[in-house]
């Protein structure tokens, strides 16, 4: 399925006023796994209230361990710090990287603003190397500026 056509399904999902938040997000999340092949684990994380930590929110996939995340620590605890797209080609390559399957090769991490705060990021495992692009980037800021109306 094309990156037009999840567009208008990420909307019809996050726009139906009968759902709770979390189940949208959920939906949201089983719908990029479910239709997008490289995308192997698909989630969100949110910022833990006044604290320097990220809590795992709705997502889709294997399960995992990393259900607190604290700022600074893997790639999303850096998105958490820097505010920033942050794209891992190969997670191998990085440092601070905190595995969470040895089956994943590269990672995409965007951060989610609601009134240019940062309460979160929707967080992309792929078991490909190299897997996103620059199209994958601007989808996935797309999902997170739909998301962000819900809060």
């Not at 595995?99 to 603003?113: D, H």
């Amino acid at each position: 399925m094309t990156f037009e056509a999840l567009k208008q399904k990420v909307t019809d999902i996050l726009h139906h006023d009968d759902t709770l938040r979390d189940e949208k997000l959920l939906q949201v999340c089983h719908l990029l796994k479910d239709n997008i092949d490289y995308y192997d684990w698909v989630g969100f994380y949110f910022k833990n209230g006044d604290k320097e930590e990220l809590l795992l929110g709705p997502y889709a996939g294997e399960a995992t361990d990393h259900k607190v995340i604290p700022f600074g620590k893997g790639i999303c605890g850096q998105v958490a710090v820097s505010n920033q797209n942050f794209v891992v080609p190969d997670v191998s390559a990085q440092d601070n990287y905190i595995a969470c399957s040895i089956t994943v090769k590269s990672e995409i991490v965007i951060p989610l603003f609601v009134e240019g705060e940062n309460i979160g990021q929707i967080d992309i495992d792929s078991n490909v190397k190299d897997a996103f692009t620059a199209e994958d980037e601007s989808f996935l800021e797309f999902v997170n500026a739909e998301v962000a109306k819900l809060f």
